[in-house]
Every structure is written in structure tokens, then in C-alpha cells.
């Protein structure tokens, strides 16, 4: 089974499986219980943050993907959409932008607006969601969404399920949007290339 898995995808695994056993050993030697919506959250974070800090290193797994540090234009005739969360964890609110370019890289659209009531790893996950259902009614049918989340975007790009979850069913909710849209898909993008969706999110 493990060699049908994508590199992101063992990553993500591999955390799961760390977390979990963590948790294990918190119950049977703490008596302190995570539920799994926790458990899943902690395991993004902590994936994100990883890769976050490898990126910059230029070193650690599937660190070709992730170097991408420079916003470049879509080829053709697909719009690239950027989508950045800003989070407010003690308010749990947040902040949501998202610009749409052109292959000229021309901006045909941007929009921003703030979000309740989520703890901080579904934020990222309902500013897709939003930039989505945005893409949608725009009637965009080739769409490039890039996401500096990197733990998101491999939720995406996986076919792990995550059931009994907010976050489950946030990236339902996304990849039913995807489906939605004529030819749409998700990358990773290091932050320094997703600054104006991060400074519309604030």
C-alpha cells in the first residue's frame, strides 16, 4: 500500500501515525484523551510547519515541490487564483483574500473577507473553500489555486479521508467544488510568492 502513495502523501501519513501513537500514550499514561478532529488538526500543523521551516532550509522531503518562492503566471488559458488565511486564534477569527490572474498576469478579480468561529487548522481549509465557490461563480472553467498551506494543499491532492471532522468536511466541501469546476487543481506555493492574497487576508 505504501508505495501507491504520492511523497506528500507518506508525509502526511507518517505524522498521522505519530500523533496518533502520541495521543495512544497521553490516554493510557495521562489519562488525558484527544478527540480525533485534534488530532488531525495537530498533525497539519505540525506537517505545515515542517515543511515551512524545510522549504526555507532548502532541504528535507519533497523540498523540489516546495521551493517555489516566486509568483509566475499561468500558462494559457487558465487563471491562477492565490489564497491566503490570516488567523486570529485567541477571537477564533479569521481572515480570507484570494486574487485571479490571467497568463499575462493581469488580475481579473480579488476579494477579501473575515470568517468565525473556526480554530486555526480549518481556517486555511474555508479560505479554499471560499476562493472555490468564488471561482465558480465566476464561471472560471481552468483554474490553478496555489495555497502557501502546505499541509492543506496535501490534503487535497490526497485520497486519505477524513471522516468524523469539521476539517473533513471542509475538504469535502472543496473537492466537490473542484469537481465542479471544468479543470481545476491545487499547488503549493512558498509564502513569499503569495503575498498580495496574504495582504488582502489581513
Not at 506528500?8 to 495512544?24: G, P
Amino acid at each position: 500500500m505504501l508505495d501507491l502513495l504520492q511523497q506528500e502523501q507518506l508525509e502526511l501519513l507518517c505524522v498521522l501515525y505519530w500523533k496518533i501513537w502520541s495521543s495512544r500514550n497521553d490516554a493510557l499514561w495521562n489519562n488525558r484523551f484527544d478527540n480525533k478532529q485534534l488530532i488531525i488538526e495537530q498533525s497539519l500543523r505540525f506537517l505545515d510547519g515542517y515543511c515551512r521551516v524545510m522549504a526555507l532550509r532548502g532541504r528535507g522531503p519533497s523540498t523540489s515541490q516546495r521551493m517555489d518562492t516566486r509568483w509566475t503566471p499561468p500558462g494559457g488559458d487558465h487563471v491562477k487564483i492565490n489564497v491566503d488565511g490570516a488567523v486570529s486564534a485567541h477571537q477564533r477569527a479569521y481572515g480570507m483574500g484570494a486574487v485571479a490572474q490571467n497568463s499575462s498576469g493581469e488580475v481579473v478579480a480579488a476579494m477579501s473577507c473575515k470568517g468565525q468561529g473556526v480554530v486555526c487548522g480549518i481556517a486555511e481549509a474555508c479560505c479554499l473553500r471560499k476562493a472555490l465557490q468564488w471561482a465558480r461563480d465566476l464561471s472560471f472553467e481552468k483554474v490553478i489555486m496555489e495555497s502557501d498551506c502546505a499541509s492543506l494543499v496535501t490534503a487535497m491532492n490526497s485520497h486519505l479521508s477524513y471522516i468524523n471532522s469539521s476539517l473533513g468536511t471542509v475538504l469535502s466541501d472543496c473537492k466537490l467544488l473542484m469537481a465542479s469546476i471544468t479543470n481545476c487543481h491545487v499547488k503549493f506555493i512558498h509564502r513569499m510568492g503569495n503575498l498580495v492574497a496574504h495582504e488582502l487576508a489581513r
